[in-house]
């Protein structure tokens, strides 16, 4: 039986993840997002999993995260395909706060030695909705329509 795949993550903001304010780096926390929700996508795809970004789907930060604060960030597989998974990614509200201070949607596509999508290495079952998830589900569905350039950038003859 497959179980949902959550993992949940800490992180210490150190000066070196801080901007010239003081406060968590645009930059680092898209890193801690990506860190975090490979680890949680990888962990549901097995030990065969060779899972590649594909796209930040959505990526929002309501707060900032001054040096010093310990932060959990907590992930889920919210979405699966043949070959592909997303990942939701919340950073649970920090002391003070009553909204996470980011959250986001991240896509990892499972690829073979030669860099091409590949079936994904074994059947993943998607957290279900609710408090925490539910609110990025629905984002997920309002974004379903988004696809791939690809096609895009062979007909521009790439």
Known sequence: MMADIETTSHRLVLPADANHHGTLYAGSLLRYALEAAYATGSRAAGPAANLMLRRVLSLECRRSVPVGTLVEIRCGVLQVRQAYLVVGVVGMPTPGGTLPWMDGLLGFV?????????????????????????????????????????????????
Do not use: C, F, M, Y
């Open 110 to 158: 499972q690829v073979d030695e030669a860099g091409l999508p590949a079936s994904l290495p074994q059947p993943i079952k998607p957290v279900r909705g609710g408090p925490l998830w539910q609110p990025l589900i629905d984002r997920l569905g309002k974004l379903a329509d988004i696809r791939g350039a690809t096609g895009n950038w062979i007909a521009a003859g790439w």
